[in-house]
């Protein structure tokens, strides 16, 4: 059975329905409401939200969060000169997430396409994304391979000072010690 999902972009009403799911999935602190208000206007480039949420009825079962290029910082935990493409034409895919209960269904990789559409028309001409590589079963790093992503680098430890200052990992608790893939996706 289908079931009848309502995709929209993500707005301020959404926060709290955002960051509560974001705290679910990925564990206490990933979230908060400042974070939530700067991921959001990372998204948003020339009157076009690149961000978007998905509901079941009332409830929220989704969300893709994604910065719009040149509107995020380029840090230590990537490569750009591994991307073969002018930084300022690549966008972030900062986090994809999918209630337990729905996922299997293509919601992510639909949350996905709606955000390549959006910061295509934005000017992006590629997204790079640093992907969980803990996920249950690598997950995470096999749906964005799926979607054509492709491995740039490793990275041991990606959230380990964000353990400290209070994230609480799902698979560490304390000191996460998880690896992120960064991988970059191409548009057509």
Known sequence: MKLNLNYQNLTPADFNAVIRLANEVHGDGYLD???MQAW???G???NINASFVVYHGDKLVG???TYAAEQWHIDA???PERWLLPREQVCYFKCNTVDADYRGQGIGSELLQ???VAVKQQGALAGVSHLWKQ???NSAVKYFTKCGGVLIKT???RWYSLSLAGYQCTVCATECHCEAAEMLLTFD
Do not use: A, M, Q
């Open 33 to 35: 409401s400042s974070s």
């Open 40 to 42: 959001y206007e990372k």
């Open 44 to 46: 948003l480039k020339s």
């Open 63 to 65: 969300f893709r969060i």
């Open 77 to 79: 935990w990537c490569t």
């Open 114 to 116: 709606r955000s390549i």
């Open 135 to 137: 996920s249950p079963g």
């Open 155 to 157: 990275h041991p430890d």
